[in-house]
């Protein structure tokens, strides 16, 4: 068991990707790929974990006996539970997310992007998947559908994205040092019209709409498209596409000033690797390349927490109720501090070889880790109590 005092060690599972081969003394299991990522079932029950093996795999935790294969054609950088525990959401670099069924195994939907993705990550209500990807975008999509309500573009590469617990917010982790926090759309509130050409207001408010506009309300009264009524003559389409173009211009740069506002950021010196809510949505944790995990204050802007390694911190998280912060390190590390009583419960345990992720169960029992040597490792996690008062 993984606690106070002597830091004593019980290793529950080894979890490995890998294949067998025949050596000179035998049959030999050969861990040939990185395990990228692994965690925990929302019941804690299951265990995901993702690999260099282009597969995402299914474990019960209790046996440790492997319940599914899910598989991508490049590596699959991460993998996540949906809230009923019925279905996975898998990231990979061959630039799709999947949804697979864990009762079928079969694969239900395909997000497409544009280059590697990193991250996918369910809402806490399973209605929206968020995704980060080497694009420079955050995604937001309704799960069910794979209708895209949002996005976010940085100017760098989106490496993690996480929602809060009551889906209000969404933080994510990019190479530029920064881990943002943004409001996270609920739905599109603007629906789609078939018409085609140039339609007038019928209540005179002088502004006009082009399909390429469709989606767009009139900036004074504020009717829909579907709306609008009667044909602007041929001969004034042109005055009016400009007008409306620059007011459409006006209003994005005003929305994107009020984004800016309501965009929380926080400041790393290196890339951000990942970025996580805490149960109670009001502090967020980061690991980034600068050797540093750190916990943040929201609202204050201000850093709680900075708990130190010796090489880049590749994963940070919180345990079910925010009382402890573990975090992993490509120097073969993982660390478990406590956040109430400012202290490192432990200050150094794993494999050796870097560790790429590491996270507790959400009954806060255990804690995974995945590692460079393609294994994943489950332990179990002593709470550390309280100390009596004098």
């Known amino acids: 068991w993984l606690g106070d005092g002597d830091v004593q060690h019980e290793l529950l599972h ?12 035998g049959p030999k299991f050969v861990p040939t790929f990185s395990m990228l990522c692994a965690g925990f079932s929302p019941d804690s029950k299951l265990l995901c974990t993702a690999s260099e093996d282009r597969s995402a ?7 440790g006996k492997q319940l599914g ?8 950088e991460a993998a ?13 670099r061959d630039k799709n ?5 864990l009762g079928t195994g079969e694969e239900i939907r395909k997000f497409e992007h544009r280059k590697w993705v990193f991250s996918a990550k369910y809402s806490a209500d399973g209605g929206r998947l968020c995704t980060a990807s080497w694009d420079r975008k955050v995604r937001i999509f309704i799960a069910d559908t794979a209708e895209e309500l949002a996005y976010f573009e940085y100017t760098d590469a989106a490496l993690d994205a996480s929602f809060s617990t009551d889906g209000k917010w969404i933080v994510t982790a990019c190479s530029d040092g920064l881990a943002r926090v943004h409001d996270a759309p609920q739905g599109k509130e603007v629906e789609e019209d078939e018409e085609a050409g140039l339609t007038e207001n019928p209540a005179g408010c002088g502004e006009f709409l082009s399909n390429q506009f469709k989606k767009e309300k009139c900036r004074h009264c504020r009717l829909k498209w579907t709306e609008h009524k009667g044909v602007i003559p041929k001969e004034l389409l042109k005055g009016f596409l400009a007008e409306a173009a620059k007011a459409m211009a006006e209003s994005r740069a005003q929305e994107e000033a009020d984004s800016d506002k309501r965009r929380v950021k926080f400041k790393h010196s290196n890339t951000v690797l990942s970025a996580q809510f805490s149960s109670q949505g009001d502090k967020i944790c980061t690991a980034s390349k600068d050797k540093a995990a ?9 850093e709680v927490v900075k708990l130190t390694h010796l090489n880049c911190v590749t994963s940070a998280a919180f345990s079910g109720d925010d009382s402890l912060l573990c975090s992993s390190c ?12 400012s ?27 995945a590692s460079s040597d393609g294994l994943a490792q489950v332990y179990g996690v002593l709470q550390p109590q309280p100390q009596p008062q004098p």
């Not at 294969?69 to 699959?76: A, G």
């Not at 750190?294 to 201000?302: F, G």
């Not at 345990?349 to 880790?369: E, H, I, K």
């Open 294 to 302: 750190r916990v943040w204050d929201i609202e204050s802007q201000t």
């Open 330 to 341: 490509a120097d073969g590390s993982a660390r478990i501090y406590d956040i109430r009583g």
């Open 69 to 76: 294969c899910f598989e991508h054609d490049d590596w699959v």
């Open 14 to 25: 080894s979890i490995r990707h890998g294949t067998s081969k025949q050596v000179l003394h």
């Open 97 to 101: 997310v999947r949804i697979f069924d």
């Open 343 to 369: 202290a490192v419960l432990v200050a150094k345990f794993g494999s050796g070889n870097p560790v790429t992720t590491a996270s507790f169960s959400p009954d806060g029992r255990l804690l995974c880790m």
């Open 57 to 63: 795999r299914v474990f019960n935790v209790e046996t």
């Open 80 to 92: 996540h539970f949906s809230p009923d525990c019925s279905r996975l959401c898998t990231a990979s």
